[in-house]
C-alpha cells in the first residue's frame, strides 16, 4: 500500500507570494492532518480535515488555509508570505478518528526569501 | 491543552548501549505513538501505544495510561538510531485526531 505523499517536497518563495502544498493520503484513510515544524516551536498543529470538513484548526493566522476534496486529498495554501513561514510542512493520514494511528508523508520544505 | 514533556531533551551513547526515553503527558488520551525523524524530516512510525507494551527487534514501548507516561527502550543501539524521537499524543476529548507533540530527544550513537 503507497504511502502518504506530499508535493512538491522543496519550494522557494519570495515575501508576499503565495503557496499551494498537496496531501495525498494512504488509500482508504479519511482524515488529514497538517503540521508545521520549526527549530523555535517544534511541531505545531494547523488543521485537520475529515470527509471535506475541517474538523479542528490551531492557532495560526488566517493566512493558512486548507481543503480536502472528496478523494481525501488536501491541499493548504499560505498567502502573503512571511520569511517566518519558513518551516517544514507535514502531513498525517488516518482511517477516521483520533484513536487511530497517523502516518506521516516526507514534508515540503518552504523557504521564504 | 495537553501537556506533553519528554526527557532527556539530548542523549550521547557509544554503540552498544542500551537506553530509555521518557514521555509524561498532563491528561488522559486516545492514542500515543512514538516517532523517529529522520536527516530528510520524515516521521517514521515506531510504536502506536496508547496502553501496554510492545516490541519490535531492538525497540520496545512501555505506556502507563493511568499514570501518564509511556517509555521507549533502545537496546543494543546502533549509529542508525541516531537522530530526533518524538512522543505525541491525541487527547481523550474529542473525536478529532490533533496530535500534541513533545520537543523530542536527540539521540546521538557513536561508534
Known amino acids: 500500500k503507497a504511502g502518504v505523499t506530499q508535493t512538491p517536497r522543496y519550494l522557494i518563495k519570495t515575501r508576499g507570494q503565495q503557496v499551494t502544498l498537496s496531501c495525498s493520503p494512504i488509500s482508504g484513510h479519511r482524515s488529514v492532518s497538517w503540521y508545521q515544524q520549526t527549530p523555535g516551536q517544534g511541531l505545531q498543529f494547523l488543521f485537520e480535515y475529515f470527509s471535506e470538513t475541517q474538523r479542528n484548526k490551531g492557532n495560526f493566522p488566517g493566512r493558512f488555509s486548507g481543503r480536502q476534496f472528496s478523494n481525501s486529498r488536501s491541499e493548504m495554501n499560505v498567502s502573503t508570505l512571511e520569511l517566518g513561514d519558513s518551516a517544514l510542512y507535514l502531513c498525517a493520514s488516518s482511517l477516521a478518528w483520533g484513536r487511530d494511528e497517523q502516518f506521516f508523508g516526507p514534508g515540503t520544505r518552504l523557504t521564504v526569501l | 491543552g495537553i501537556q506533553v514533556e519528554q526527557s532527556p531533551p539530548d542523549l550521547i551513547l557509544q554503540e552498544g548501549a542500551n537506553s530509555t526515553l521518557r514521555c509524561n503527558f498532563s491528561?488522559?488520551?486516545?492514542?500515543l505513538q512514538w516517532f523517529h525523524q529522520n536527516p530528510w524530516g520524515q516521521l517514521i512510525n515506531l510504536f502506536y501505544i496508547p496502553s501496554g507494551t510492545k516490541q519490535n527487534g531492538r525497540l520496545s514501548a512501555t505506556t502507563v495510561a493511568t499514570e501518564r507516561y509511556s517509555l521507549l527502550y533502545i537496546s543494543s543501539s546502533q549509529t542508525t538510531d541516531s537522530g530526533v524521537y518524538f512522543c505525541?499524543?491525541?487527547?481523550?476529548?474529542?473525536?478529532?485526531?490533533?496530535?500534541?507533540f513533545g520537543k523530542g530527544i536527540t539521540l546521538s550513537v557513536r561508534p
Open positions: 491528561d488522559s488520551v486516545n492514542n
Open positions: 505525541a499524543v491525541v487527547d481523550y476529548t474529542g473525536a478529532n485526531s490533533k496530535l500534541t
